[in-house]
């Protein structure tokens, strides 16, 4: 056999997070924007609709005070204000519009991006989840495309609607009065500057309180999903007390955050007033010296007034979207990841159908998270087609490795493996793991019911072939004798159903899959001697029509086994029958009088105790 060096990829990890987020880390987002162009013309029609109708009030306000309020311009005072009960309406109608156009696409876009993160997360292979935090990861599903969402509806209309009315009535502003609006020009970037200086500063505070957040969401995650080990500990207080002083420091750090917006909000309303204040004074006086019209001057304030309630409700948006490019910039690092495992280009084709040979060459591997210590090395071994083999060892032998390599949810370091002589590297994963399927020593079961648990993986599975799966799994009978039977739920992680079920049900689902290769990790660990007997009849039927590897600690499951593979230290140190290995007097013998002897004597005192 040959040796082939693999060289290892980068595992997925996070990419570094900015230190100061940037609204440009709303930029990646804009393409789930763009797709629905028909709802952001809509919006953009609503909004300069709206706006204009607003900006047309103070023309007409303007008409009626510089005609005065006398007997002969009564008709043309009744025009106007007729007029701008149409205004009122088109405003409604136009704000209506807007209202929906906009918040639907932003209820659109976190739909899109929520369903893509989550579809990005079930593909990032399992170095990546070795070290992630799923409550974490559930945070940046929820609270931060929450975030997003404000960001894309509420916040959005709210910033079209200002910038409009903001452009529209500075425009109109200099229209009414060039010498005024000049005056309020220059103050402008005295009123810009404080935005863009605490910007920065509010949006580094968002992303503190957003990631303080997720941490709390991460750490009462990981305790609910334990909750009988929590109480069964006494342990309740103690979460409850770390959990809380999780959340008083998601609080603090969300207390900052809105002082810091706090303090924007007060400066750029005091200047933008401040300043209105002052155009009112030069503008009274050119009243005064007949250079405009009172009318003049109202219709200028007026806009002066829109320019400047705009632009402090634009400093607002600023801070909502500050704070939505610290959620952007998170879902942006996880959709930044890639996977470790790929499909190549080309992939090789898997023979059909598969005989399920499997052959390591030269094996060796490490966990990225301990990469100074080999889980395999130099591992070689060939399993027939049909042949059913059993893998023993003391624990940390490497056994486990090489379930999850098999399935290549990692890749080895060095050497190659090859199922039906093809190797699984050129395979595509997805094909390859449809031909591999396992029941590992402690199932997952679904918060589904039990009919969609078995036939999970398989959807398109009738109900006769799920019950035919349990039946051949010994499953049938405590199914049928629940209160809905095969429809019960399951409670989440199968809380509802003792191990022994659990089991069986994992069993069912890999019948129902009807793959050349079976993966069985202490599959009947769960199972009280009788159930075990039960089970162990129905999987030597089925591990009869298949490749089989079993890896076992009790030794007793595997003495019918055609061969018994014996690991320490990530090597294969002995071959052979039960019988044959017994009489080397080497590991398996040792690792089997220990347990014979010890289940004897086990024996005995239970005995004793009957008597």
């Not at 924007?264 to 030069?282: A, E, P």
């Not at 055609?562 to 398996?588: P, W």
Request: proline fraction near 5%.
């Amino acid at each position: 056999m040959t040796e082939t060096a693999v060289s290892l990829e980068p595992v997925a990890v996070p990419v570094e997070k900015p230190k100061k987020p940037s609204p440009r880390a709303l930029l990646p987002l804009l393409p789930y924007v763009a797709r629905y162009r028909g709802r952001i013309a809509g919006a953009l029609l609503a909004v300069t609709a709206a706006a204009g109708a607003t900006l047309a009030v103070p023309m007409a306000l303007r008409r009626v005070i510089d005609f005065g309020f006398t007997q002969e311009s009564a008709g043309l005072i009744n025009q106007y204000f007729f007029a701008l009960i149409g205004v009122a309406a088109i405003l409604a109608i136009a704000s209506g519009a807007r209202f929906y156009f906009v918040t639907t696409l932003g209820e659109r876009v976190v739909a899109d991006l929520r369903s893509r993160v989550f579809e990005h997360l079930c593909g990032l292979d399992a170095a990546f989840f070795d070290s992630a935090r799923i409550g974490e990861l559930m945070s940046r599903l929820t609270a931060d495309t929450i975030q997003l969402k404000s960001a894309f509806s509420a916040t959005a209309a709210l910033a079209l609607r200002n910038f409009f009315l903001f452009a529209g009535a500075i425009a109109l502003m200099v229209y009414t009065s060039p010498k005024l609006s000049a005056s309020v020009l220059i103050a402008i970037p005295i009123i810009v500057l404080p935005l863009v200086a605490s910007g920065r500063l509010v949006r580094k505070r968002s992303r503190k309180a957003q990631d303080t957040l997720a941490e709390a969401t991460a750490y009462a995650s990981e305790n609910l999903s334990a909750v009988r080990v929590m109480q069964s500990y006494g342990a309740e207080h103690a979460t409850a007390e770390r959990f809380n002083a999780a959340a008083e420091g998601a609080y603090e750090a969300a207390q900052k955050a809105a002082a810091a917006r706090a303090r924007l909000t007060i400066v750029v309303i005091f200047l933008v007033f401040s300043s209105i204040v002052g155009v009112l004074w030069f503008g009274a006086h050119d009243v005064l010296a007949g250079r405009i019209t009172g009318g003049m001057l109202s219709q200028f304030l007026i806009y002066a007034v829109l320019a400047a309630s705009s632009l402090s409700e634009l400093s607002q948006v600023w801070g909502e979207i500050a704070s939505s490019a610290g959620a952007a910039g998170r879902l942006g690092e996880l959709l930044a990841l890639k996977p470790r495992i790929v499909a190549p280009v080309p992939a090789v084709p898997l023979p059909s159908p598969g005989r399920g040979e499997i052959r390591f060459e030269d094996v060796a591997f490490a966990y990225p998270t301990r990469p100074d210590e080999d889980a395999l090395s130099d591992l070689s071994f060939h399993i027939a087609p049909g042949e059913t083999v059993a893998i023993v060892g003391p624990s940390g032998a490497g056994k486990t490795t090489i379930f999850q390599l098999l399935q290549r949810f990692y890749d080895p370091s060095a050497g190659r493996i090859l199922l039906d002589g093809v190797d699984i590297k050129s395979a595509d994963p997805a094909e390859l793991r449809k031909r591999i399927k396992g029941v590992p020593q402690d199932p997952v079961i679904f918060g589904i019911s039990i009919a969609d648990n078995i036939r999970y993986g398989k959807p398109d599975a009738s109900d006769e072939e799920v019950r035919d799966a349990a039946r051949r799994a010994a499953a049938d009978d405590f199914i049928s004798a629940l209160p809905e039977g095969y429809a019960t739920r399951a409670g989440e992680r199968g809380v509802t159903l003792s191990g022994g079920q659990r089991q069986r049900i994992a069993i069912a689902r890999a019948i129902l899959q009807d793959a050349p290769v079976l993966l069985l990790d202490e599959a009947t660990s769960a199972l009280d001697s009788e159930n075990e007997v039960l089970v162990q009849t129905a999987l030597e039927k089925v591990m009869s029509e298949r490749t089989t590897l079993v890896i076992a600690h009790r030794l007793a499951t595997v003495l019918n086994a055609n061969r018994i593979l014996v690991l320490d230290k990530g090597r294969v140190v002995e071959e052979g029958a039960h019988a044959a290995l017994v009489n080397k007097n080497g590991l398996y013998a040792r690792l089997a009088k220990l347990q014979f002897e010890t289940g004897a004597a086990a024996l005995k005192s239970d005995q004793a105790a009957a008597e």
